[in-house]
Each structure stands twice: as C-alpha cells, then as structure tokens.
C-alpha cells in the first residue's frame, strides 16, 4: 500500500498543475479503507458517446461542421497539455464531456490515473503498461506503453472518425493492410480528409506532431484560398477499371476510309470554333462565379453553438499541493516526485513536542521550507540538510519550491524525545475538571453526513449523545480544527481505542445511547462529521 500510495500522489502531483478551464481542477487525494481517492470538479453535461447513440437511435451522425468544431476547441487544450510534457492517453468520445454551462468540450479521465491503477494490478515497478481503448489508442501506446504528443492526436482523429460515422474504430480499421477503411467514411471536404489522414498514420514518426500543426492546417482550409485542397493519399485512392479485352484477344482494325476529317482546312476551322466554345464557356464560369451570391453559412451544429472563448489562463505559480502522510518515529521515510517550475508541493506530518526531526534533500534548483502548526516558519530554506527539535504538538508542514523544472528526494527521520527522569518538583496545584456540555443529536444524512461545530478546549469538552442501533456504522471526521474525539459505547466501553484522533469508523455493538467527547489541545473551533449508516439489508437467498 504504501509504494501504491507513493506511485499515485507522484501521478496525482502532475495533474495538480493542470490550470485550463476545459479540464477539470483536480482538488485533493486521500486514502481511507486502503482505497486512494482523486477529488476532481464536478462537470454538468453529457460525454459525446451518450450525444452519439441519441443520434445513432434518430438514424443521425455528427456532421462535418460539428467534428470541425469539437476539433478546433479541443486542440488547444491537448497543446495546452503536450506543451508541459502532459499526455492524456485515453481520448475517445467517452471522455469528452459538452459542458452545459458554455456548450465547450471538456476533457476528462486522465490516462495517468488509469495507468496507476493498472500498475497496482501488477508488481508495481512493471516498466510498461497499456492504457487507452482499443482501437483509438494508437498501437505504440497499446503494446509497449509508450505515449507521445502525436499519439493523442490518433486517438482524436479515431474518434472524429466515430462521431462522423457512427461506427466503432474497430469497423473501420483492416488489420491485414493497417489502414483505415476510408470508402466506409461519408464524403467529408478534402482538407478535413488530408488532416485526418496524417493523424491516423501507423507510424508515430509519420503522423501530425502537434496540435498546433493540425490546427493550424484546419484553419487553413481551402474555402480561405490560404492552401491547396489536399488529396486523398495515392494508396487510399480505388482503382476504376475503363475497360479491358480478354488476354490474347485480336483487335480488329476498320479498313482505311478517307473523310471529310482527313481535310486540314476542316481540321483546322474545326479546332478554332473549339478554342472559341472553350474560351467563352471558361468566360461564363468565372463570371457566375465572382457575381454569385454569397454561399450562406452553415446551419450551427446543435452540440456546439457559437460562445465565446474562454480567456487563457494566466501564468502565475501553482498553488500548493497538500500531501499528508505519517511520519513514524524511528522510521526512514523517503518521498520521491517531480515537479514544474514555480510550482509548490506541500507535505504534512503529526508530530510531538520535544521530538527531533532530520530532514535530507537531493534534487537541482530545489527547497524546503518547514513550517510549524501555528504557520511559523522552522526553516525557510533547506537546500541540503536541517536537524532540530520541534516546538509544539500538532501538525507540520514542509513546503517543496522549484526555481525550473526538476525531480527530488526528501528523506525524513523522527526521533522521540530524550525522557530524562524527573527532578523532584513541588506538588502542583489539581487543575480544575474540565467542563462538559452535553448536546442530543438526531442524524438525518447517513450519506453526506451531518456536520457539528463547536468552541472546545482541554477545560471544555462538548458531549453529543447519538442514538444507535447494533449492526449500524458510526464515521466521524474531523473537518476543521485541532480536535480530539472520544467514542463510548452504552456500556461504557470506549470504542476509539485512543483519545486522539481526526477520523474514525466502526460498527455500533450495542443499540442504545452513544457517547462522542469532543476536546482539544489547544482552544479552538472544532467541526465534527458524524454519520450513521444502518447495515445492508442481507442477500435473499436463491430460490431453490
């Protein structure tokens, strides 16, 4: 778990720093259950796969000016991506959703996350896996896990190919030649054809490399006479047989007849009244051509109407990123990642008063900061080494700062504090008992929870009574606060184990009331999650 754990906050890292406002922010990680979680912003839409079988049922495709479209505005995105080193790997008409709120395709499910998740599935050091689906990842990417700018520009174009025919990439792929089925594509402009042809090439090498190049020879298209149409590859192009005679067969010749044909003088009065038709027909042409009406524009596509771009974002340093973790005492505890430019990471450890922290670290333009649980800084700027002992009780914090681009090492070791035996004291005055409110509470949410929130402190305990039932689930987290919970069972068993924790779940063994204790060490507002989950119903028993 714990390399699992590494591996996937080192991936989730990266994504951090993705700042489009056609990607969804990646928010938080965390770990519960022995299950990793990645919180990512909420999109309100539907993918393109759903948008394509609503009209596969109506007997209707994507058109031509509506893949355009949904090229051209996810272009700048995969740039975007490819320009700080960024492959998404699964591109497919599945996870691009067209966001409600502005009409505009969003790119979601991120490659690298699957990625991890199909490492865990085998010792975790594999060096390749494959992630993308079939028939829109490129085959670079399906057998030997390599991925490349150009091979998100195959998955792409695959599913332009989709939405233009409503076909599977698998249907209109031949495995035999390796090239697509291009007569089972409806007539679409040559320039579209040539663009997509190159993003389809078998060969990495061979293909598009950018997607600025594709944008830019899309918005060069013929209708702005800015380039010559494409051509459909010579290989691509069907063969028509005119005409042909059996093998061996004679060909018989009319006997030689002299005509009015064989005259020059009819030949060549015949030739000028050509030249003359050809002349005045060009004339007539270019005339109807440079005096017709304008051609009206296209019918807006239904799934993408006309909005305004979305400004670029601003390039400014990357907000931190929070990584908590547990720092053993007595333990060697090393975190390997990389990380951009101008970009922070911040990593954040529970420690005790008295104990004595190490802190080594490798990695060129690279520095710490150490900050304490009240946000004053310990050390501002660690480049290689820092030992010393730690202050107060609480939660700490090293913040990673990169001048460029770089990968690093932290290595962390705390020590418990040296108990030297006490010195004979006077006998303390007895502290007063501290004070305790009591508070019902009637859960209502067993999925969201309900939240609490109350002042409390080491003289101030806030009590909540919550009713259960043997069998239910009881969860507690602490949302906000340096606070303490402890749980006691109607019996006065107490279920927590410690009086120290910021999260907790368990299965009640009573029915009856139960006692929650909140405190802290320090005076503070402390906000509690409680939620309280009756047990699945059992599985009926199949009928014989």
Not at 4 to 30: G, N, S, V
Not at 232 to 249: H, I
């Amino acid at each position: 778990l714990y390399k699992a754990e590494e591996l996937f906050r080192r991936e989730a890292a990266i994504l951090y720093q993705i700042q489009h406002p056609q990607i969804p922010r990646f928010r938080a990680t965390f770990e519960q259950d022995k299950r990793l979680f990645l919180v990512q912003d909420y999109v309100e839409g539907h993918n393109f796969r759903s948008l394509l079988d609503t009209r596969k049922a109506k007997g209707k495709t994507f058109t031509e000016p509506e893949v355009l479209h949904l090229l051209v505005k996810v272009l700048p995105v995969l740039d975007y991506l490819h320009q700080r080193g960024i492959i998404h790997r699964d591109i497919s008409p599945d996870n691009i959703i067209l966001r409600q709120a502005d009409q505009l395709p969003v790119l979601i499910d991120f490659g690298v996350v699957k990625e991890v998740a199909t490492r865990l599935g085998r010792p975790v050091f594999t060096q390749s896996t494959s992630v993308g689906k079939l028939g829109f990842a490129p085959s670079e990417q399906l057998h030997s896990g390599r991925a490349y700018p150009a091979s998100d520009l195959y998955a792409l174009a695959a599913t332009a190919l989709v939405l233009l025919t409503g076909r599977e990439p698998q249907d209109l792929f031949d495995d035999h030649s390796l090239s697509w089925r291009w007569d089972q594509v409806p007539p679409i402009s040559p320039a579209l054809l040539d663009v997509l042809t190159r993003m389809l090439a078998y060969r990495p090498q061979e293909r598009v490399q950018s997607a600025a190049e594709v944008l830019a020879a899309l918005q060069a298209s013929p209708t702005t006479g800015s380039s010559p149409p494409p051509q459909r590859p010579l290989s691509q192009v069907r063969t028509v047989a005119a005409g042909r005679r059996p093998s061996g067969a004679a060909i018989a010749y009319p006997p030689t007849r002299l005509s009015t044909w064989d005259n020059p003088v009819v030949l060549a009065l015949l030739s000028m009244g050509i030249v003359a038709v050809c002349g005045g027909g060009a004339w007539w042409a270019v005339t109807s051509l440079l005096t017709r009406p304008a051609v009206p524009p296209l019918e807006t596509p239904d799934v993408a109407p006309a909005v305004p771009d979305p400004a670029p974002p601003v390039p400014s340093a990357s907000p931190a990123i929070a990584f908590a973790f547990d720092l053993k005492p007595g333990v060697d505890t090393t975190l390997e990642n990389e990380i951009q430019a101008g970009a922070k990471q911040r990593y954040q450890f529970s420690a005790e008063a008295g104990q004595a922290l190490r802190i080594g670290l490798r990695g060129t333009g690279v520095r710490v900061r150490l900050w304490g649980p009240n946000q004053e800084p310990l050390a501002t700027a660690i480049d290689t080494t820092w030992d010393g002992s730690l202050p107060t009780t609480g939660t700490y914090a090293l913040e990673v700062m990169a001048a460029t681009e770089s990968s690093y090492r932290l290595t962390l070791k705390l020590a418990s504090p040296v108990v030297s035996p006490p010195s004979p004291l006077p006998t303390p005055t007895a502290l007063p008992s501290p004070t305790v409110t009591s508070q019902r509470l009637t859960l209502t949410d067993e999925q969201a929870g309900d939240e609490v929130t109350a002042q409390v402190s080491p003289q101030k305990i806030q009590r909540y009574l919550v009713s259960g039932t043997a069998g239910q689930r009881l969860s507690l987290d602490i949302l906000s606060g340096i606070g303490t919970f402890r749980v006691t069972a109607p019996d006065g068993t107490i279920l927590t184990g410690a009086d120290s924790r910021v999260t907790w779940s368990g299965e009640l063994p009573t029915t009856g009331d139960y006692q929650i204790d909140l405190g802290a060490t320090d005076t503070t507002d402390t906000t509690l999650r409680l939620r309280l989950k009756s047990p699945d119903p059992p599985t009926p028993a199949p009928t014989p």
